[in-house]
């Protein structure tokens, strides 16, 4: 192993001072890279003082502008096994004692990978602080350009660079630079012995780097998707959590509105007063039904139908407690409705069933209503049929004072549906609309 090996090949004295890396003079690291990532904050680590409209915009900008910290990538254990290959290859071919690959972490300058063979005194892990280090790699990456030093011992720069006191007195390298042109590090070979490289060598080593910066480019753009959809999740949580807030509140406002109403309706005696706070009353609490259900069913998008519009018929039937006997026969469907469209629905079967309540049994002892429906092939039925005294034959909707039939068309035609209201043993009134 490279860490034995350099122990036999330096004195201890050198081995302690210049450690593997022909870059470093520092101690020998283990394999493990130095690299700590830097995230950028999360809405949580957001002061709770900042509103969450405002913290969401933050976090929208952050997402737009923090790119990635340079050169905090992970590389793939993939990654660097092919990496590896190609410079133990590219060492063997060459024929020289050390082939690297370079990586700048922070304001260090790490040994990321060395080559598999013999008299290579450099170990993966060790670094070295870039700046002025006067290592080969500073002026590689400085210039971005290659550098090739044939003989460090008669060339007066490059005489007393830390690399030689490791004996590597040769060195051709080239860099490699990230997709947002920071540098990453540096490819490189060294030897123990004056070396010329010749252009074949230097075009060699050229394409090893396109391979290992294509790499790179590839972890950029998968990291960066990733980033984004991460934060992407985040904004969709938060922004849930707001609208579950609002829905709140308004349920929280309508339970106010019907309690006041209720009182009001308690502390007066007038027949018709009474009966026209509680209309309003069934109105509000079918608004409020809904939001119930959303919030429980936690979906904003897509509702139980039947779980709703069940609830809904049993909250407007309490609002009539008359001494008559009105029995009610639910039959419906399970299926789910967008919230676009159960709020309609709710409605009009409110406003139906209270002009049930208010006009079909006038004069009766006793009445029966049948409520159903039912969805076949994405058009679904309701069907609304009391026993009762009938609406007036040839009653036309657009003519009639009453606002509460109205607003079922408008709604009906809001649905895309059709609605029709007949005298039909008792009266009966159909929506149809597709789901
Ligand atoms: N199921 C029914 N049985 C008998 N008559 C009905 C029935 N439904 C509606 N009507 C008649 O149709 C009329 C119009 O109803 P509509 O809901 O449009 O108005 P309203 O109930 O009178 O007033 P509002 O709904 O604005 O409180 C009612 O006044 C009533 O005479
Ligand atoms: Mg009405």
Request: with cysteine; aromatic share 8%; charged share 25%.
């Amino acid at each position: 192993m490279a860490t034995a090996y350099n122990k036999a090949y330096l004195r201890r004295s050198e081995y302690l001072a210049w450690a593997s890396p022909h870059c470093a003079k520092g101690r020998a690291t283990s394999g493990k890279q130095d690299v700590r990532r830097k995230t950028a904050p999360t809405g949580s680590e957001e002061p709770t003082s900042v509103p969450a409209k405002r913290r969401l915009k933050i976090q929208e900008e952050q997402m737009m502008t923090n790119n990635k910290s340079q050169n905090q990538l992970d590389i793939t254990e993939d990654m660097k096994n092919k990496w590896q290959n190609i410079i133990t290859i590219m060492a063997k071919i060459l024929n020289v004692p050390a082939g690297l690959i370079m990586r700048i972490v922070d304001s260090d300058i790490t040994v990321f990978l060395s080559s598999k063979t013999e008299n290579n005194p450099y170990t993966p892990g060790a670094k070295e602080h870039f700046e002025d280090s006067g290592l080969y790699c500073e002026t590689v990456i400085k210039t971005n350009k290659m550098l090739l030093v044939s003989n460090a011992l008669s060339d007066e720069h490059w005489k007393n660079n830390p690399d030689v006191k490791l004996n590597m007195i040769s060195y051709l390298g080239f860099p490699i630079t990230l997709p947002d042109k920071t540098p990453f590090g540096t490819i490189c070979v060294l030897d123990n012995k004056e070396n010329k490289y010749s252009d074949l060598y230097k075009d060699l080593i050229a394409s090893f780097r396109d391979t290992i910066a294509r790499d790179i480019e590839l972890l950029y753009s998968n990291h960066s998707l990733h980033e984004n959809n991460s934060k992407l999740n985040t904004l969709l949580a938060e922004k849930e959590t707001i609208l579950k807030e609002v829905h709140h509140r308004i349920k929280n406002n309508i339970a106010s509105i019907e309690g006041l109403l209720s009182m009001q309706s308690q502390s007066i005696s007038n027949f018709e007063a009474v009966s026209a706070l509680q209309d309003a009353l069934g109105r509000v609490s079918s608004m409020r039904i809904l939001y119930d259900k959303l919030l429980i069913t936690e979906e904003y998008e897509d509702i139980s139908v039947k779980n709703y519009l069940e609830s809904l018929i049993d909250a407007v039937a309490v609002l009539f407690p008359y001494k008559l006997k009105i029995t009610i026969d639910k039959q419906i469907s399970d299926f789910n409705l967008s919230s676009k469209k159960v709020t309609p629905l709710g409605i009009i079967l409110n406003e139906l069933l209270t002009n049930i309540m208010k006009y079909a049994f006038k004069g009766r002892e006793s009445g029966l209503i049948n409520i159903s429906l039912s969805s076949i092939k994405n058009l679904a039925t309701l069907t609304i049929q009391d026993n009762g005294n009938g609406i007036s034959e040839g009653f036309d909707i657009s003519e009639s004072k009453g606002f509460g039939l109205m607003l079922v068309k408008m709604l009906s035609e809001q649905l895309g549906g059709t609605f029709t209201i007949e005298n039909y043993h008792g009266t009966r009134s159909i929506l149809k609309f597709e789901i």
